[in-house]
């Protein structure tokens, strides 16, 4: 299901020290997993839409899903695009209907950041400051 797929920000870790090749492999992975994750979601809701015997409430369903992933997919891409064009170096954005986890490399932090990311998250979403977590590596 959509909120179990949405919620993989919950598996996201960091280390206490990190190479700057680490770093960048990290957010390259985890975009990677993210978005094999979405596509495994779109790939079984788009079977379900074509499927001629699909009963009408598993196709409505399915359009459902497909529309909030995509929904899910912009706004988190709009996040990360806002953040990259504050200055930050690189960014992974999850969402889910409650909740949102924003990764950033550690060296982009100072007094402000904190403010700046949860700002951009909440100009995007419906999400409220204190349901944004952000994690730094």
Do not use: H, W
């Amino acid at each position: 299901p959509l909120t179990s797929i949405l919620a993989y920000s919950d598996y996201l870790t960091t280390r206490e020290e990190i190479t700057p090749d680490e770093q960048k492999n990290y957010f390259a992975n985890a975009r990677l997993n993210r978005d094999k994750i979405y596509d495994e979601t779109r790939a079984v809701a788009m079977e379900a839409l074509s499927m001629t015997d699909s009963d009408e409430d598993i196709k409505e369903s399915a359009l459902n899903q497909l529309s909030k992933l995509e929904e899910t997919l912009l706004n988190q891409n709009s996040v990360e695009n806002i953040l990259m064009a504050k200055g930050f170096t690189d960014c992974v954005c999850t969402l889910s209907d409650t909740a949102a986890t924003v990764i950033v490399p550690e060296i982009n932090m100072n007094d402000s950041s904190l403010l700046i990311i949860k700002d951009a998250v909440s100009n995007v979403c419906t999400i409220p400051f204190e349901n944004i977590s952000v994690v730094t590596v």
